[in-house]
Protein backbone atom coordinates (compact mmCIF):
# COMPACT_ATOMS: atom_id res chain seq x y z
CA UNK A 1 0.00 0.00 0.00
CA UNK A 2 0.82 3.57 -0.75
CA UNK A 3 -0.14 6.58 1.31
CA UNK A 4 -0.12 10.04 -0.95
CA UNK A 5 -0.95 13.20 1.07
CA UNK A 6 -3.68 15.87 -0.61
CA UNK A 7 -2.58 17.93 2.31
CA UNK A 8 -1.18 18.63 5.77
CA UNK A 9 -4.01 17.51 7.68
CA UNK A 10 -4.31 14.08 8.49
CA UNK A 11 -8.38 14.51 7.55
CA UNK A 12 -6.86 14.79 3.82
CA UNK A 13 -4.75 12.02 3.70
CA UNK A 14 -5.80 9.48 0.99
CA UNK A 15 -4.72 5.92 1.00
CA UNK A 16 -5.00 3.75 -1.97
CA UNK A 17 -3.54 1.19 -3.26
CA UNK A 18 -2.32 0.84 -7.40
CA UNK A 19 -5.45 -0.20 -8.73
CA UNK A 20 -7.71 1.77 -7.30
CA UNK A 21 -5.36 4.77 -8.01
CA UNK A 22 -4.95 3.85 -11.34
CA UNK A 23 -9.27 3.81 -11.79
CA UNK A 24 -9.02 6.98 -9.78
CA UNK A 25 -6.66 8.71 -12.49
CA UNK A 26 -8.89 7.67 -15.24
CA UNK A 27 -12.24 8.31 -14.01
CA UNK A 28 -10.86 11.80 -13.40
CA UNK A 29 -9.14 12.35 -16.38
CA UNK A 30 -10.54 10.02 -19.06
CA UNK A 31 -14.16 10.40 -18.26
CA UNK A 32 -14.77 14.17 -18.77
CA UNK A 33 -13.45 13.68 -22.06
CA UNK A 34 -15.90 10.47 -22.98
CA UNK A 35 -19.05 12.13 -21.66
CA UNK A 36 -17.73 15.68 -23.68
CA UNK A 37 -17.55 12.71 -27.01
CA UNK A 38 -20.73 11.42 -26.46
CA UNK A 39 -22.65 14.84 -25.16
CA UNK A 40 -25.34 17.00 -27.12
CA UNK A 41 -24.45 18.38 -30.33
CA UNK A 42 -23.43 21.49 -28.86
CA UNK A 43 -20.30 20.04 -27.29
CA UNK A 44 -19.32 18.38 -30.21
CA UNK A 45 -15.71 19.89 -31.92
CA UNK A 46 -17.48 21.77 -35.99
CA UNK A 47 -15.58 19.91 -38.94
CA UNK A 48 -13.72 22.25 -40.90
CA UNK A 49 -13.59 22.19 -45.03
CA UNK A 50 -15.89 19.35 -45.11
CA UNK A 51 -16.75 20.08 -49.10
CA UNK A 52 -16.48 16.11 -50.14
CA UNK A 53 -15.04 14.96 -53.39
CA UNK A 54 -16.29 17.86 -55.57
CA UNK A 55 -13.21 19.60 -56.05
CA UNK A 56 -11.24 16.18 -56.48
CA UNK A 57 -13.42 14.93 -58.98
CA UNK A 58 -13.28 18.10 -61.05
CA UNK A 59 -9.53 18.34 -60.94
CA UNK A 60 -9.90 14.31 -61.78
CA UNK A 61 -11.84 14.67 -64.82
CA UNK A 62 -9.94 18.48 -65.99
CA UNK A 63 -6.29 16.05 -65.48
CA UNK A 64 -7.69 12.33 -67.21
CA UNK A 65 -9.89 13.80 -69.93
CA UNK A 66 -8.03 16.70 -71.15
CA UNK A 67 -4.49 16.13 -70.25
CA UNK A 68 -2.48 17.99 -73.08
CA UNK A 69 -4.62 21.36 -72.84
CA UNK A 70 -1.80 23.60 -74.23
CA UNK A 71 -3.04 27.20 -74.55
CA UNK A 72 -4.65 27.75 -78.23
CA UNK A 73 -5.36 24.06 -78.70
CA UNK A 74 -8.20 22.61 -79.58
CA UNK A 75 -8.02 20.23 -76.09
CA UNK A 76 -7.71 24.01 -74.16
CA UNK A 77 -10.43 25.13 -75.89
CA UNK A 78 -12.53 21.41 -74.90
CA UNK A 79 -11.34 21.97 -70.94
CA UNK A 80 -12.43 25.57 -71.35
CA UNK A 81 -15.96 24.58 -71.84
CA UNK A 82 -15.61 21.63 -69.51
CA UNK A 83 -15.08 24.58 -66.59
CA UNK A 84 -17.23 27.05 -67.90
CA UNK A 85 -20.50 23.91 -67.93
CA UNK A 86 -19.21 23.39 -64.38
CA UNK A 87 -19.65 26.91 -63.03
CA UNK A 88 -22.89 27.22 -64.70
CA UNK A 89 -23.85 23.64 -62.90
CA UNK A 90 -23.69 25.67 -59.83
CA UNK A 91 -26.31 28.15 -61.23
CA UNK A 92 -23.67 31.03 -62.18
CA UNK A 93 -23.79 33.51 -65.72
CA UNK A 94 -20.54 32.91 -67.11
CA UNK A 95 -18.89 35.63 -69.15
CA UNK A 96 -16.30 34.71 -71.68
CA UNK A 97 -13.26 37.30 -72.44
CA UNK A 98 -11.61 35.92 -75.43
CA UNK A 99 -8.46 37.52 -76.32
CA UNK A 100 -5.00 36.21 -78.96
CA UNK A 101 -1.98 34.97 -78.83
CA UNK A 102 0.95 37.39 -78.94
CA UNK A 103 1.58 36.68 -82.90
CA UNK A 104 -2.03 36.56 -83.03
CA UNK A 105 -1.94 32.87 -84.33
CA UNK A 106 -4.22 31.20 -81.77
CA UNK A 107 -7.19 32.75 -79.41
CA UNK A 108 -8.03 31.50 -75.57
CA UNK A 109 -10.42 32.45 -73.21
CA UNK A 110 -11.03 33.23 -69.99
CA UNK A 111 -14.20 32.10 -67.85
CA UNK A 112 -15.37 34.86 -65.40
CA UNK A 113 -17.80 34.58 -62.02
CA UNK A 114 -19.19 37.79 -60.59
CA UNK A 115 -21.04 37.63 -57.59
CA UNK A 116 -22.44 40.52 -55.93
CA UNK A 117 -21.99 40.74 -51.99
CA UNK A 118 -23.76 43.22 -49.69
CA UNK A 119 -20.96 45.53 -49.41
CA UNK A 120 -19.08 47.08 -46.23
CA UNK A 121 -19.52 49.24 -43.79
CA UNK A 122 -16.22 51.93 -43.24
CA UNK A 123 -15.77 53.58 -40.69
CA UNK A 124 -15.05 57.83 -41.35
CA UNK A 125 -12.85 59.69 -39.10
CA UNK A 126 -15.81 61.57 -37.72
CA UNK A 127 -17.05 57.96 -36.03
CA UNK A 128 -19.95 57.71 -38.84
CA UNK A 129 -19.98 54.67 -41.00
CA UNK A 130 -20.73 54.19 -45.03
CA UNK A 131 -21.56 51.81 -47.33
CA UNK A 132 -18.98 51.31 -50.33
CA UNK A 133 -18.27 48.66 -52.57
CA UNK A 134 -15.27 46.48 -52.70
CA UNK A 135 -13.98 43.41 -54.47
CA UNK A 136 -11.81 40.80 -54.71
CA UNK A 137 -10.27 38.63 -57.59
CA UNK A 138 -9.43 34.78 -57.16
CA UNK A 139 -8.18 32.82 -60.48
CA UNK A 140 -6.24 29.60 -61.51
CA UNK A 141 -5.56 28.56 -64.80
CA UNK A 142 -6.92 25.78 -66.82
CA UNK A 143 -4.08 25.11 -69.30
CA UNK A 144 -1.19 22.93 -69.18
CA UNK A 145 2.50 23.20 -71.36
CA UNK A 146 2.00 20.49 -72.67
CA UNK A 147 -0.14 19.61 -76.02
CA UNK A 148 -0.30 16.49 -78.18
CA UNK A 149 2.51 16.39 -79.91
CA UNK A 150 4.39 16.42 -76.81
CA UNK A 151 2.69 12.69 -75.71
CA UNK A 152 5.22 11.01 -76.14
CA UNK A 153 7.66 13.00 -74.84
CA UNK A 154 5.57 12.80 -71.19
CA UNK A 155 3.51 9.77 -71.35
CA UNK A 156 2.26 9.57 -67.69
CA UNK A 157 1.50 13.78 -67.93
CA UNK A 158 -2.29 15.39 -67.12
CA UNK A 159 -1.76 18.41 -65.17
CA UNK A 160 -3.37 17.18 -62.00
CA UNK A 161 -0.60 18.86 -59.93
CA UNK A 162 -0.39 22.38 -62.73
CA UNK A 163 -3.18 23.37 -62.46
CA UNK A 164 -6.37 21.04 -62.39
CA UNK A 165 -5.85 21.03 -58.87
CA UNK A 166 -6.01 25.11 -58.36
CA UNK A 167 -9.18 24.39 -60.83
CA UNK A 168 -10.58 22.24 -58.35
CA UNK A 169 -10.59 24.27 -55.68
CA UNK A 170 -11.44 27.27 -57.77
CA UNK A 171 -14.87 25.65 -58.32
CA UNK A 172 -14.72 23.99 -54.75
CA UNK A 173 -14.61 28.15 -53.44
CA UNK A 174 -17.83 28.61 -56.12
CA UNK A 175 -19.94 26.16 -54.86
CA UNK A 176 -19.48 27.39 -51.11
CA UNK A 177 -20.43 30.78 -52.16
CA UNK A 178 -23.64 29.58 -53.28
CA UNK A 179 -24.44 29.50 -49.76
CA UNK A 180 -22.27 32.36 -47.94
CA UNK A 181 -22.89 35.79 -48.12
CA UNK A 182 -19.88 37.85 -48.44
CA UNK A 183 -19.49 41.89 -47.90
CA UNK A 184 -16.67 42.26 -50.64
CA UNK A 185 -17.84 41.78 -54.43
CA UNK A 186 -16.15 38.06 -55.35
CA UNK A 187 -15.16 37.73 -59.38
CA UNK A 188 -14.06 33.95 -59.89
CA UNK A 189 -11.58 33.40 -63.27
CA UNK A 190 -10.38 30.43 -64.97
CA UNK A 191 -8.03 32.07 -66.70
CA UNK A 192 -7.00 30.71 -70.56
CA UNK A 193 -3.33 30.67 -71.68
CA UNK A 194 -1.59 30.61 -68.02
CA UNK A 195 1.07 28.95 -69.55
CA UNK A 196 1.94 31.33 -72.09
CA UNK A 197 3.09 34.13 -69.49
CA UNK A 198 0.15 34.16 -68.03
CA UNK A 199 -1.71 35.54 -71.48
CA UNK A 200 -4.86 35.28 -69.83
CA UNK A 201 -4.24 37.06 -66.40
CA UNK A 202 -2.57 39.60 -68.60
CA UNK A 203 -5.52 40.27 -70.94
CA UNK A 204 -7.91 40.45 -67.76
CA UNK A 205 -5.97 43.10 -66.18
CA UNK A 206 -5.51 45.05 -69.25
CA UNK A 207 -8.67 45.42 -69.89
CA UNK A 208 -9.61 46.64 -65.77
CA UNK A 209 -10.51 50.25 -65.62
CA UNK A 210 -8.18 52.15 -63.30
CA UNK A 211 -11.32 52.49 -60.92
CA UNK A 212 -11.73 48.71 -60.86
CA UNK A 213 -8.00 48.46 -59.89
CA UNK A 214 -8.98 50.63 -57.26
CA UNK A 215 -11.65 48.56 -56.23
CA UNK A 216 -9.78 45.40 -56.16
CA UNK A 217 -8.62 44.78 -52.61
CA UNK A 218 -6.50 41.60 -53.77
CA UNK A 219 -5.96 39.24 -56.29
CA UNK A 220 -5.78 35.80 -55.05
CA UNK A 221 -3.79 32.79 -57.54
CA UNK A 222 -4.23 28.73 -56.59
CA UNK A 223 -1.38 26.62 -58.60
CA UNK A 224 -0.06 23.54 -57.78
CA UNK A 225 -1.49 22.92 -54.39
CA UNK A 226 -1.21 18.79 -54.51
CA UNK A 227 1.85 17.08 -54.77
CA UNK A 228 4.45 19.56 -52.95
CA UNK A 229 5.84 18.55 -49.85
CA UNK A 230 4.27 21.99 -47.63
CA UNK A 231 1.60 24.31 -48.83
CA UNK A 232 2.87 28.11 -49.29
CA UNK A 233 1.15 31.32 -49.19
CA UNK A 234 3.51 34.22 -50.35
CA UNK A 235 2.96 37.77 -51.53
CA UNK A 236 4.13 39.55 -54.89
CA UNK A 237 6.84 41.59 -55.51
CA UNK A 238 4.83 45.51 -54.97
CA UNK A 239 5.23 44.20 -51.30
CA UNK A 240 9.39 44.50 -51.91
CA UNK A 241 9.15 48.41 -51.25
CA UNK A 242 9.56 49.12 -47.64
CA UNK A 243 6.78 52.03 -47.98
CA UNK A 244 4.37 49.40 -48.85
CA UNK A 245 5.03 46.43 -47.39
CA UNK A 246 2.42 46.30 -44.67
CA UNK A 247 -0.20 47.22 -46.97
CA UNK A 248 0.40 45.19 -49.85
CA UNK A 249 0.97 42.19 -47.35
CA UNK A 250 -1.82 42.51 -45.04
CA UNK A 251 -4.26 40.33 -47.18
CA UNK A 252 -1.15 37.42 -47.11
CA UNK A 253 -1.20 37.90 -42.88
CA UNK A 254 -5.35 37.39 -43.03
CA UNK A 255 -4.94 34.13 -44.45
CA UNK A 256 -2.46 32.70 -42.28
CA UNK A 257 -4.81 34.43 -39.63
CA UNK A 258 -7.46 31.86 -41.00
CA UNK A 259 -5.32 29.03 -40.11
CA UNK A 260 -4.72 29.75 -36.46
CA UNK A 261 -7.85 30.87 -35.76
CA UNK A 262 -9.59 27.54 -36.75
CA UNK A 263 -6.67 25.50 -35.69
CA UNK A 264 -6.21 23.73 -39.15
CA UNK A 265 -3.23 22.17 -37.83
CA UNK A 266 -4.58 20.58 -35.12
CA UNK A 267 -7.87 20.04 -36.64
CA UNK A 268 -7.09 18.95 -40.22
CA UNK A 269 -3.40 18.25 -39.94
CA UNK A 270 -3.48 21.40 -42.74
CA UNK A 271 -0.76 23.89 -41.88
CA UNK A 272 0.04 27.20 -44.48
CA UNK A 273 3.71 28.39 -44.61
CA UNK A 274 5.57 31.42 -45.28
CA UNK A 275 9.04 30.89 -47.54
CA UNK A 276 11.45 32.14 -44.36
CA UNK A 277 14.71 31.30 -46.13
CA UNK A 278 15.68 34.87 -45.07
CA UNK A 279 18.45 34.82 -48.16
CA UNK A 280 19.20 38.02 -49.74
CA UNK A 281 17.64 37.86 -53.43
CA UNK A 282 17.52 40.42 -56.05
CA UNK A 283 14.20 38.91 -56.39
CA UNK A 284 12.43 41.75 -58.95
CA UNK A 285 15.63 42.24 -60.71
CA UNK A 286 16.29 45.47 -59.85
CA UNK A 287 19.56 45.60 -58.83
CA UNK A 288 18.90 45.50 -55.37
CA UNK A 289 19.56 42.49 -53.09
CA UNK A 290 15.63 41.75 -51.31
CA UNK A 291 15.10 39.72 -48.31
CA UNK A 292 13.76 36.34 -49.38
CA UNK A 293 10.87 36.41 -47.01
CA UNK A 294 6.81 36.12 -47.68
CA UNK A 295 7.50 36.17 -51.52
CA UNK A 296 8.26 33.54 -53.93
CA UNK A 297 10.21 33.59 -57.64
CA UNK A 298 7.23 31.47 -59.08
CA UNK A 299 5.23 33.38 -61.23
CA UNK A 300 2.06 32.48 -62.25
CA UNK A 301 -1.44 34.51 -62.79
CA UNK A 302 -0.78 36.87 -59.28
CA UNK A 303 2.12 38.74 -62.09
CA UNK A 304 -0.47 41.35 -64.03
CA UNK A 305 -2.31 42.31 -60.87
CA UNK A 306 0.95 42.55 -59.19
CA UNK A 307 2.47 45.12 -61.78
CA UNK A 308 -0.60 47.18 -61.61
CA UNK A 309 -0.60 47.78 -57.82
CA UNK A 310 -3.03 45.30 -56.74
CA UNK A 311 -2.01 42.95 -53.34
CA UNK A 312 -2.06 39.78 -54.44
CA UNK A 313 -1.31 35.92 -52.66
CA UNK A 314 -0.09 33.24 -54.25
CA UNK A 315 -1.04 29.42 -53.48
CA UNK A 316 1.49 26.76 -53.81
CA UNK A 317 2.53 23.60 -52.89
CA UNK A 318 6.38 23.34 -52.39
CA UNK A 319 9.84 23.25 -50.08
CA UNK A 320 11.80 26.09 -49.34
CA UNK A 321 13.77 24.94 -46.37
CA UNK A 322 17.07 24.92 -48.54
CA UNK A 323 20.24 26.73 -47.20
CA UNK A 324 20.22 28.14 -51.33
CA UNK A 325 17.61 28.92 -53.55
CA UNK A 326 18.97 26.99 -56.60
CA UNK A 327 18.23 23.83 -54.24
CA UNK A 328 14.86 24.49 -53.43
CA UNK A 329 12.28 22.40 -55.11
CA UNK A 330 8.68 21.10 -54.80
CA UNK A 331 9.49 17.57 -52.59
CA UNK A 332 11.96 15.76 -51.18
CA UNK A 333 9.60 13.01 -51.86
CA UNK A 334 12.21 10.33 -52.78
CA UNK A 335 9.66 8.92 -55.06
CA UNK A 336 9.64 11.68 -56.95
CA UNK A 337 12.81 12.61 -57.94
CA UNK A 338 13.47 11.98 -61.24
CA UNK A 339 13.31 15.74 -62.22
CA UNK A 340 15.08 16.55 -59.25
CA UNK A 341 11.88 17.36 -57.14
CA UNK A 342 10.39 19.43 -59.08
CA UNK A 343 6.33 17.85 -60.27
CA UNK A 344 5.03 20.88 -62.78
CA UNK A 345 5.76 20.65 -66.04
CA UNK A 346 7.03 17.02 -65.93
CA UNK A 347 6.24 13.54 -66.42
CA UNK A 348 5.59 13.39 -62.60
CA UNK A 349 2.85 15.65 -62.82
CA UNK A 350 0.49 12.55 -63.58
CA UNK A 351 -2.45 11.72 -61.61
CA UNK A 352 -1.49 7.61 -61.64
CA UNK A 353 2.69 8.38 -60.57
CA UNK A 354 1.18 11.47 -57.60
CA UNK A 355 -1.13 8.36 -56.10
CA UNK A 356 1.39 5.99 -55.74
CA UNK A 357 3.62 8.81 -54.10
CA UNK A 358 1.84 10.63 -51.79
CA UNK A 359 -0.58 9.73 -48.84
CA UNK A 360 -4.24 9.00 -49.80
CA UNK A 361 -6.34 11.71 -49.91
CA UNK A 362 -3.95 14.40 -50.05
CA UNK A 363 -5.44 15.98 -53.19
CA UNK A 364 -9.25 15.95 -51.64
CA UNK A 365 -7.42 17.71 -47.76
CA UNK A 366 -5.48 20.31 -49.82
CA UNK A 367 -8.30 21.30 -52.19
CA UNK A 368 -10.82 21.65 -49.60
CA UNK A 369 -8.62 22.84 -46.75
CA UNK A 370 -7.35 26.03 -49.69
CA UNK A 371 -11.31 26.28 -50.75
CA UNK A 372 -11.94 27.22 -46.60
CA UNK A 373 -8.93 29.30 -46.31
CA UNK A 374 -10.22 31.59 -49.18
CA UNK A 375 -13.93 31.93 -48.29
CA UNK A 376 -12.70 32.65 -44.47
CA UNK A 377 -10.36 35.01 -45.53
CA UNK A 378 -12.43 36.88 -48.10
CA UNK A 379 -15.41 36.79 -45.09
CA UNK A 380 -13.27 38.99 -43.14
CA UNK A 381 -13.96 41.80 -45.60
CA UNK A 382 -11.59 44.95 -45.80
CA UNK A 383 -9.63 46.76 -43.85
CA UNK A 384 -11.07 49.24 -41.51
CA UNK A 385 -15.08 47.97 -42.38
CA UNK A 386 -17.40 45.56 -41.13
CA UNK A 387 -20.36 43.76 -42.99
CA UNK A 388 -23.88 45.28 -43.30
CA UNK A 389 -25.04 42.32 -41.71
CA UNK A 390 -22.32 42.29 -38.45
CA UNK A 391 -22.95 46.14 -38.56
CA UNK A 392 -26.47 45.88 -38.08
CA UNK A 393 -26.23 43.56 -35.35
CA UNK A 394 -24.91 46.14 -33.30
CA UNK A 395 -20.39 45.67 -34.40
CA UNK A 396 -18.62 48.74 -34.83
CA UNK A 397 -14.95 49.32 -34.86
CA UNK A 398 -12.87 50.88 -32.09
CA UNK A 399 -11.74 54.42 -33.13
CA UNK A 400 -8.30 54.60 -33.01
CA UNK A 401 -7.32 57.86 -31.14
CA UNK A 402 -3.86 59.69 -32.96
CA UNK A 403 -1.35 61.29 -30.40
CA UNK A 404 0.72 63.58 -32.07
CA UNK A 405 4.04 64.32 -31.51
CA UNK A 406 2.91 67.75 -29.92
CA UNK A 407 0.23 66.85 -27.86
CA UNK A 408 3.02 63.68 -26.19
CA UNK A 409 5.23 66.24 -25.21
CA UNK A 410 2.67 68.55 -24.28
CA UNK A 411 1.48 66.25 -21.88
CA UNK A 412 4.89 64.57 -20.44
CA UNK A 413 5.65 68.57 -19.83
CA UNK A 414 2.18 68.53 -17.79
CA UNK A 415 2.72 65.13 -15.72
CA UNK A 416 6.02 66.84 -14.83
CA UNK A 417 5.00 70.00 -12.93
CA UNK A 418 4.60 69.40 -9.54
CA UNK A 419 1.10 70.24 -7.86
CA UNK A 420 0.88 73.28 -5.88
Not at 30 to 53: K, N, R
Not at 86 to 95: A, I, N, Q, R, S
Not at 242 to 252: G, T
Not at 281 to 306: H, I, K, Q
Given at each position: MRV??????????????????????????????????????????????????????IAQTLAEKYPFRKAYSAEEKEA??????????????????????ADQTGTSTNYVVKISGEGLMFLNEDGSYVNKRKQVIVGAHYDTLYGTADAAAVPAFNGIEDNASGIGCLLTLAKELRTNSMGYDVILIAFGAGSDSYAGAAAYTAGMTADEIALTDAMYCIESIYAGDKLYASSGWNSLD???????????YEVYDVVYENSLSSKNSVD?????????????????????????????????????????????????????????????????????????????????????????????????????????????????SVTKEAYAAGVTIPKVIHITETSAAKESSTAAVPAP
Open positions: FHAGNDPIHRIYLYPGILALFVCLVFILPVFLTACGSGDSEVAVLAEYGDYGTQGSYVKSEFEKLGYKVEEQTFSSPNNKYEMRRKLLYYNESGLFVDVNADGVADVYREVTLTLSDYVPFDKAGIPTVFFESYDYNFPEVSAMKETKNLNLQGSGGMIRRTNDDSLSVLEKSLPEGQLKTRINNTAFILLKAIEKGAHN
